[in-house]
């Protein structure tokens, strides 16, 4: 936290320390009605998607040398829902904020965020043996984690929502389902989330949308514009939104045909996760100014494109870069303030 602070991160996170399994999979020490079974070989819920379907070599590779399957929150184990959920994990959480806040009182930090995962990400690819349908369980579950969401906002800091299976899932629903089956289940999930989100002010949430942290080619990833009017359905003051990876940076684009609703602000990534290079911070200030152009100065706070690593044994970036990286998101934005604000 101090090390955030001192490099200039206006905003910092807990880095998610708090997390033992990963950034979604944490879940299931917090919830109850979960169960682990072993996947058998070949069966595990990541192995599949068009992306792997056309680069099958590449990803056998990239599973030898990660484990399989390589992607994020991927376990060995599969969690099944067989009793009625409900959150458990006041003390963990309570345990997050506490020290959290107490870094953020060190570092002499103004606010900071605690990424939690939205209900779509939590414990993917879970099975319902309990619940009448899937939707069910889904409400189970927002219900439930609208405890810890509470938590957090109850504590004074800001609530960051992450969820990368909302775009990720594309990729892996189609085909065989059609892109409207799609839509349809990107909807279902943005109004659990919503329900989860209930009565806590939109302006102390940020949600936050990637495609994934993986190194794979990510050539059937969903276009931000086919989404897009969905994301900005979520009762959030703040859209994290992955923007500076070769495969998604073109999308700024978007932004010129879709207006931000007023009062939110765009948080899209200048730094990506997915790669060692450390970008230039007269890069990140182009990006920012680009940006700028299209939504307002005013509009627009600088971010990641992700965290760098998704879990303990998970990481995709080197410390050192990572910390090399946030400098060059700092120094970009002070260029890319002195252009905008001179």
Excluded at 20 to 32: D, G, N, P, T
Excluded at 143 to 148: N, P, Q
Excluded at 181 to 191: F, G, K, T
Excluded at 323 to 335: N, P, S, Y
Aim: some cysteine.
């Amino acid at each position: 936290m101090g090390r955030q602070a001192r490099i200039g991160i206006d905003t910092p996170s807990d880095g998610e320390f708090g997390k033992s399994i990963s950034w979604s999979q944490y879940a299931l020490e917090r919830l109850s009605g979960f169960e682990r079974r072993p996947v058998k070989p070949g069966a595990h819920p990541f192995a599949r998607g068009a992306d792997r379907a056309r680069f099958p070599e590449f990803y056998a590779e990239l599973d030898a040398a990660s484990g399989p399957p390589a992607t994020a929150g991927a376990t060995a184990d599969e969690a099944v829902c067989v009793a009625p959920i409900e959150y458990s994990g006041q003390a963990e959480i309570q345990r997050d904020i506490a020290n959290f806040k107490a870094a953020l009182k060190a570092a002499g930090a103004v606010e900071g965020f605690l990424p939690v995962a939205a209900p779509a990400s939590v414990i993917p690819d879970r099975r319902n043996e309990y619940y009448a349908s899937d939707a069910d369980c889904l409400y189970a579950i927002a219900d439930a984690m609208r405890v810890e969401y509470r938590a957090i906002i109850d504590a004074g800091l800001l609530l960051q929502l992450d969820d990368a299976r909302l775009a990720v899932t594309y990729d892996r629903m189609v085909p065989p389902a059609k892109f409207d089956d799609y839509r349809r289940w990107v909807a279902l999930h943005v109004e659990a989330l919503n329900h989860a989100l209930e009565g806590i002010p939109e302006d102390r949430v940020r949600y936050h949308v990637c495609w994934g942290s993986w190194p794979g080619p990510h050539t059937s990833d969903v276009a931000l514009r086919d989404i897009v009017d969905l994301i900005l359905g979520v009762r959030a003051g703040a859209y994290l939104i992955e923007a500076a990876n070769p495969r998604h940076e073109h999308e700024w684009r978007v932004w010129e045909e879709v207006k931000l609703p007023r009062g939110k602000v765009l948080v899209p990534g200048v730094i990506s996760h997915a790669t060692n290079i450390v970008e230039h911070p007269e890069l990140v200030a182009e990006r920012i100014v680009r940006f700028a152009g299209v939504l307002g100065r005013e509009n627009l706070i600088a971010g990641t494109d992700c965290g760098f690593a998704q879990g303990p044994f998970h990481r995709r970036v080197h410390p050192s870069i990572m910390w090399a990286k946030l400098e060059a998101l700092v120094h970009g934005a002070r260029l890319a303030s002195r252009q905008l604000w001179s």
